[in-house]
């Protein structure tokens, strides 16, 4: 799969929440004290992000 989620703990042992494709990190969340909380984050992802608005400040 090109496309993925992938939750692990850093180094303070919060957990966090990276968006990949293929093997490149496209984004990655702030740190959350539960895992169910990244889970959750997963999901407003999901949830809210095909109406996100794109912003171009360049």
Do not use: L, Q
């Not at 939750?7 to 093997?23: H, P």
């Not at 984004?27 to 999901?43: L, P, Q, R, V």
Request: glycine share 6%; hydrophobic share 35%; net charge positive.
């Amino acid at each position: 799969m090109a496309h993925k989620f992938e939750i692990y703990r850093d180094k303070a042992g919060e957990f966090r929440v990276r968006f990949k494709y293929n093997s490149e990190t496209i984004f990655a969340t702030e740190g959350y004290a539960s895992k169910s909380s990244a889970k959750n984050a997963i999901e407003s992802i999901k949830k809210n992000g095909p109406e996100a608005a794109v912003e171009d400040n360049s």
